[in-house]
């Protein structure tokens, strides 16, 4: 489907690195690096299952070995049970430099009974302060659940079971960078955050209750995977219609009203509304970037 701001696919090709859509998923051995913990990140059922724990010697994380420009990007994970107050499961692109860019998912852990808070920020050229948070609709510990990113030339979406919960589109009209010239990889970790990251730091990590350990599984890729020897580009016609359609992808009505119903009954902090922290006027994406 046409974007109403659309962007052309020269920018892909104009890239110095030249890049390949694949269709793939399913092997973390294959897919991933464990790259710190001392052994407390674990690759188990011949590469179908990924687990990452924290102690309080340690946490741990992966990296993707393959950097991505533009993709839909699946993972499920099930989160740290119980008592998981003062940790947090990341799972984010990034690129690298002061100038980078990110596209985050954050699961700030709780008190056993009250809910996770999921992250969200997107940085372009290395600025970032778009948060918004959310809590979730069912308990992401009990099962695994599926978070995924879309990201094309013309927006990123974040989604949750298939349902969007955010949307950030490209606004450089307004003058607003977006991430579309730095290939990314996909980063994961379980770490102590407990000086901020439970109700601002008041709640601390109960390390009686470690280790504590997140597990991840059915990692899939529909992306543009950048190459620096690759003679192709990432275009259209690379693939076939079906599985490249996320180039081109945007909400249609159904998913802009379950946009709206999560952002109404589970956004918890949206900084396009904190007019406090910007005294001065929201950022300009603001304008095009409208919740419920």
């Not at 407990?194 to 597990?215: I, Q, Y």
């Not at 379950?258 to 910007?278: A, E, G, H, P, T």
Request: proline share 4%; charged share 15%; hydrophobic share 35%.
């Amino acid at each position: 489907m046409a974007s109403s701001n659309p962007v052309s696919f020269v920018l892909v090709i104009s890239l110095v690195i030249s890049c390949f859509v694949i269709a793939f998923g399913g092997n973390f051995h294959q897919d991933f690096d464990i790259t710190w913990g001392d052994g407390r990140g674990k690759i188990l059922d011949n590469g179908q299952l990924l687990t990452l724990s924290l102690d309080k010697a340690s946490g741990s994380g992966f990296q993707s070995k393959n950097e991505y420009l533009f993709g839909k990007i699946d993972m499920q994970l099930k989160l740290v049970p119980g008592n998981s107050a003062g940790t947090v499961t990341a799972y984010y692109l990034s690129s690298q430099g002061s100038t980078h860019d990110e596209i985050d998912f954050e699961f700030f852990g709780n008190l056993s009974g009250d809910p996770y808070i999921l992250h969200t920020n997107v940085f372009s050229q290395g600025k970032g302060d778009r948060e918004q948070q959310f809590y979730l609709w069912f308990d992401p510990t009990a099962d695994f659940h599926t978070y995924s990113i879309l990201w094309n030339p013309q927006r990123i979406i974040f989604s949750v079971d298939g349902t969007p919960i955010r949307e950030f589109k490209n606004a450089e009209s307004l003058g607003v960078a977006y991430p579309k010239n730095q290939p990314m990889r996909i980063y994961s970790s379980l770490w102590n955050a407990d000086d901020w990251a439970t109700r601002g730091g008041l709640v601390k990590t109960d390390w009686n209750e470690a280790p504590f350990t997140a597990s991840y599984r059915n990692f899939n890729a529909n992306a543009c995977v950048s190459s620096s020897s690759g003679s192709s580009s990432c275009t259209p016609s690379s693939t076939s219609s079906s599985s490249n359609s996320w180039l081109n992808e945007e909400l249609d009505s159904t998913s802009q009203e379950r946009l709206k119903w999560v952002q109404k009954n589970y956004m918890i902090y949206n900084y396009c509304s904190d007019s406090k922290r910007f005294s001065q006027g929201v950022p300009p994406e603001c304008t095009i970037n409208t919740t419920a």
